[in-house]
């Protein structure tokens, strides 16, 4: 019976995949500290255990309801902070009376009802993918209804994911004839992506200007409430802060988490105590306001002016998008609880109090928000609202990062560094590269103009914008994915289109007084997107144009005419199909290959998660005798890659699985050779623990591994020796592979399976290119500038494939492959 044994270090700080095969992973900690940790082990696992008992009693959409307030309504809840200072500015000073107070209250009032509650609560959480929510979303979603996508690698067996969800079958002639003419022209479909790009630009330029905003509104109470504190020292004190967030973000959200959703809800009450009270105290009429007339009165009284205005009227729906955004981290029944029962009451009521106050007080519209809190209550509630801004700010950073990574598995944003914070949560991450690229750019913002009024300029344009974008792809959402009429979508377009392009056109209006930062930070990582997708896609488009002829190597016979050397050969590729043309420059420089060759792409799907059992999909290349198959490894855009270096030990069952099953099933064994490039089958890892494939063992224990030792390479012994003389308490798990004694197993399977785990035994080795892309000497000047320095640039500066990819650099071989694209 054949066997291997194969050594898999386990670090005890790194975070573990879910598990396929039902192994439990647990840290070892060294001898000194065994049992400290032990303790610490325990007293953590009982204070979880408590507190869940106390929450189990909530229905679940109470809880997740209970914990969005301090991830999603953070940055809602800060908006009165600076909305009344920011929207009576330049012109509108000159109008500074009780009725168009009175008007600019009736605004806000009916802003916050139909966008954020009409238009988010009602329509767009129910337009998820697949509980996932955000701009990218709904690209990911039209991609998979329609061929909008630029990068042509989605096969037709990834529509068979359980993770894809469709609408209705059936579509109208005007919907099928509309998507027949964007799948047509090439330009729209690039158009498409310029406008997720822009809006995923504006969220990460978002990312820069909040925190700068609401640290610099809280703070400010100091300086403008009379408290003695010089412009210099608020200043000051708001650059301690931002620091201090940005630098504790590798703790990751998880170990403070628990205090974000009491700080939000105690200032979502505080406020709407403070804004009651003014109510009844200061001018109780102020509900009169609450009609859509006292709208028409303001812009009769104010005319161009009032318009201007609603650049600043826009901030009091700034953090809108965060509730479609964060939805995979919680349920659109529970963000809509938690909007319409709290959120949106404690907002109306501390605008509807502010506004009461300042009729009575006009001189004090330049602090309304801290001149409309009693005395005795201001220390508290100026602690309270420097929280609440911290908690917003966590919350945009975050999402920052969660758009990124979004990005970068989409294919529109360079290899970084991802590190997950969270065991629990798989949406917590932290990108090391991004906070501190944010936290410069922040503090540029918040020293560059440290006013508030001038901040909301670039705050409210950013905003705007990601609101108008969404409602645009709404609008093919609905006629794409809900198979609605274009005529409903036409409405729906044009209602909230007029609604927010009013907006939008008095946040362009103060691009000269701070909007151009929102405008060029977008600019930047849009360009920066836009220039890798526009790479990889050239890339792409290359290898898939030079791949090698199927017949060349069917031509040269099983042994490929060269030398067939002992090992498993994973040769990377982003093709999905065909034989990369890396593999015929390697035999071209060195006559020789592994005995089993696999063809592996890496490769991102447009859904949120793939699950285990559907992450390989394993075909063969040519027949039998040359030992060639392909695997797509596919994940969704939200999904870990491969950190738990288990991929070779899956990989190797889902092979065997496959070898079993085609001999099984009649329709991987068609005698057509063209067929041996192209039919693959899904190989679920349910299979692998019911023991049908290869019988695994597993024996846990500390040393050098026993095939090492056994080895026949002194050169490896002593390399292994002196390793283990470093790391003497690494834990090493032995994986034997052993063939089955299934009854009726015929000779040529199990000489194909016997000649897989000698392979396996032999080692492993992973094969890549490392490419140099050059643009063609007959290319543009653009495509030259974008390609020889924009692209090559990034690829220069950020992660390798095979560090992205978790590929051990000790078996690492990389050839070098120019791209003249």
Not at 126 to 132: P, R, V, Y
Request: proline share 5%.
């Amino acid at each position: 019976m054949n066997q291997i044994e194969i050594d898999h270090d386990e670090d005890s700080n790194r975070l573990p995949m879910p598990k396929t095969s039902g192994e439990v992973q647990e840290p070892i900690h060294s001898s000194g500290q065994e049992g400290q940790g032990e303790h610490a082990q325990i007293a953590k696992n009982r204070k979880k255990l408590t507190s869940e008992f106390c929450l189990a009693s909530l229905p679940p959409s109470l809880l997740l309801a209970y914990q969005s307030f301090g991830v999603v309504y953070g940055d809602l809840s800060t908006s009165p902070l600076y909305v009344y200072k920011s929207t009576f500015v330049g012109k509108l000073q000159d109008h500074q009376d009780p009725d168009t107070i009175f008007g600019a209250f009736s605004l806000i009032f009916w802003t916050l009802t139909l966008i954020p509650l009409l238009k988010y609560i009602i329509i767009v959480l129910s337009a998820d993918d697949n509980g996932e929510g955000g701009t990218l979303a709904l690209y990911s979603l039209l991609c998979r209804h329609g061929k909008f996508s630029l990068l042509p690698n989605q096969q037709a067996a990834d529509e068979e994911l359980s993770s894809y969800k469709y609408g209705p079958p059936g579509q109208s002639s005007s919907s099928l004839a509309f998507k027949r003419f964007l799948e047509k022209h090439k330009k729209l479909r690039t158009g498409l992506l310029l406008v997720v790009l822009v809006g995923a630009g504006m969220v990460i330029g978002d990312g820069v200007i909040t925190p700068a905003m609401s640290v610099l509104s809280s703070v400010s109470g100091l300086n403008d409430a009379g408290k003695r504190i010089t412009e210099g020292g608020v200043l000051l004190l708001a650059c301690v802060i931002l620091v201090g967030l940005f630098a504790l973000q590798h703790c990751g959200t998880h170990k403070v988490g628990f205090l974000f959703a009491p700080v939000v809800i105690l200032w979502l009450i505080s406020i709407f105590s403070i804004g009651l009270y003014n109510v009844i105290r200061w001018n109780p009429k102020i509900v009169f306001a609450l009609s859509p007339h006292y709208i028409i009165k303001f812009f009769g009284r104010t005319g161009r002016d009032g318009w201007i205005s609603l650049g600043g009227v826009l901030l009091s729906i700034t953090g809108t998008e965060a509730m479609f955004a964060d939805l995979g981290h919680f349920s659109a029944c529970s963000i809509r609880l938690a909007f319409v029962f709290l959120v949106y009451p404690c907002l109306v009521v501390q605008y509807m109090g502010q506004a009461a106050f300042l009729s009575k007080n006009i001189s004090s519209i330049p602090n309304s928000f801290y001149a409309s809190i009693p005395d005795a209550v201001f220390w508290p509630v100026f602690v309270i609202a420097t929280l609440a801004a911290i908690v917003a700010s966590q919350a945009i950073i975050s999402a920052t990062f969660s758009i990124i990574k979004q990005c970068h598995a989409l294919g529109c944003f360079p290899r970084v560094k991802i590190v997950h914070t969270s065991k629990q949560i798989r949406g917590q991450i932290y990108i090391p590269e991004i906070n501190w690229i944010l936290m410069i750019l922040t503090l540029a913002v918040a020293v560059g103009f440290h006013d508030t009024t001038t901040i909301g300029n670039a705050y409210g344009l950013a905003v705007m914008s990601v609101l108008f974008i969404t409602t645009f792809l709404m609008a093919l959402v609905m006629v794409f994915v809900w198979q609605r009429s274009v005529l409903l979508a036409s409405v729906f377009l044009l209602f909230f289109g007029f609604i927010e392009g009013a907006y939008l056109t008095a946040a362009y209006i103060k691009v000269p007084q701070g909007g151009w930062v929102s405008l060029v930070l977008s600019f930047i990582f849009m360009f920066i997107m836009f220039v890798w997708h526009y790479g990889t896609r050239r890339k792409y488009n290359f290898d898939l144009h030079n791949k090698v002829p199927l017949k060349w190597i069917l031509g040269l016979g099983p042994s490929l005419g060269i030398v067939r050397v002992p090992g498993i050969g994973l040769i990377y590729s982003e093709l999905a199909t065909g034989v990369p043309s890396i593999f015929s420059h390697f035999v071209t420089n060195l006559p020789a290959f592994h005995n089993v060759l696999v063809f592996v792409c890496v490769k991102s799907v447009p859904v949120p998660y793939v699950s285990p059992e559907e992450r390989f999909l394993i075909g063969r290349v040519c027949p039998r005798p040359y030992r060639m198959y392909r695997c797509i490894v596919r994940y969704g855009y939200k999904d870990l890659q491969g950190e738990d270096g288990n991929f070779e030990n899956l990989l190797i069952q889902s092979i065997a699985e496959f070898i079993q099953m085609e001999a099984v099933e009649p329709q991987f064994s068609s005698p057509d050779s063209v067929s041996y490039d192209g039919r693959m089958a899904v190989i679920s890892t349910r299979t692998f623990q019911s023991g049908s494939s290869l019988i695994v063992s597993e024996v846990e224990e500390f040393g050098s591994s026993n095939s090492i030792q056994s080895s026949k390479s002194l050169t490896l012994q002593s390399l292994r020796s002196a390793y283990d003389d470093e790391n003497p308490r690494i834990r090493k798990r032995q994986v034997r592979f052993q063939i089955p004694q299934t009854p009726g197993m015929s000779p040529a399977v199990r000489d194909e399976l016997s000649d897989l785990i000698q392979a396996k035994e032999a080692g492993v080795a992973y094969i890549m290119g490392h490419s140099y892309v050059k643009a063609r000497r007959s290319s543009s000047f653009l495509k030259k500038l974008v390609i020889d320095f924009g692209y090559s640039f990034l690829r220069k500066n950020c992660r390798g494939p095979g560090v992205a990819l978790h590929i051990p650099h000790i078996s690492l071989i990389e050839v070098g492959m120019i791209y003249h694209v």
